[in-house]
C-alpha cells in the first residue's frame, strides 16, 4: 500500500518549530509583496538614491536570511527509516533493523499530530509529521514519528491509509486531532 518515511527530530517542542516556520513563511510572503514597491521609490527625485539603495539589499538581506532559516528548519528532520503499511501487515525497518506486525496481532494504532504544517502545499492535512504508537496484543508498544504523506503517491495521507486498514481488518485505529 504506502511506504512513509520514519523521521527523527531534535527539537522537542514540535509546535514551536510549526509555528516559528508559519510565522517566516508570512513574513517571506509580505516581504515578496513589498519589493515591488521598493523598487517604484527609484522614480521619486526627493529620496536620494544610496537610501533607495540601501533599502532595497536591506530588503533583499532580509528575504534571503528568511529562506535559509526556512530551509534550516525543513532540514531538523532526518529520515531514520521507513514504514510500510501493506496487505499482511505493518513492516517497520529503521536503520539496520527490521521487524514486522500482521494486523491480527495489533491491539491499537493511535496517530497524534506531531509537527504543524507551513502551508497547504506541505501537506493538506494541516500536519506534516504524526506520532503513531503502535500497540501490539503481546508486546510492548511503540512510538514514531512518522511523516503525513507517502514517498510512492503524494495523494494518500497517513490518515487515509489507516481509514482504509480499518475498514478492511479488526483494528482499533484512534486519531487524535
Avoid: W
Avoid at 516581504?31 to 514597491?37: A, D, E, S
Avoid at 531538523?76 to 506486525?101: A, M
Amino acid at each position: 500500500m504506502s511506504n512513509y518515511q520514519v523521521l527523527s527530530t531534535k527539537d522537542y517542542n514540535p509546535l514551536k518549530i510549526g509555528t516559528k516556520g508559519r510565522f517566516l513563511h508570512y513574513i517571506l510572503l509580505l516581504l515578496i509583496f513589498v519589493t515591488p514597491l521598493t523598487i517604484n521609490l527609484f522614480y521619486y527625485k526627493t529620496i536620494p538614491t544610496y537610501a533607495k539603495l540601501i533599502l532595497l539589499f536591506g530588503l533583499l538581506l532580509i528575504i534571503s536570511l528568511i529562506t535559509v532559516q526556512l530551509i534550516i528548519n525543513r532540514n531538523k528532520l532526518q529520515s531514520i527509516g521507513s514504514i510500510t503499511f501493506n496487505i499482511n501487515g505493518i513492516q517497520k525497518k529503521i536503520k539496520d533493523f527490521s521487524s514486522s506486525y500482521n494486523y491480527e496481532e495489533l491491539k491499537m494504532l493511535k496517530l497524534e499530530k506531531h509537527l504543524p504544517a507551513v502551508s497547504s502545499i506541505d501537506s493538506p492535512t494541516g500536519c506534516k509529521t504524526y506520532k503513531i504508537t503502535i500497540i501490539p496484543k503481546h508486546k510492548p508498544q511503540e512510538k514514531l514519528i512518522v511523516s503525513d504523506l507517502p514517498d510512492d503517491n503524494k495523494k494518500v495521507s497517513i490518515i487515509k491509509a489507516l481509514r482504509y486498514i480499518e475498514k478492511k481488518y479488526p483494528i482499533i485505529i484512534k486519531i487524535d486531532n
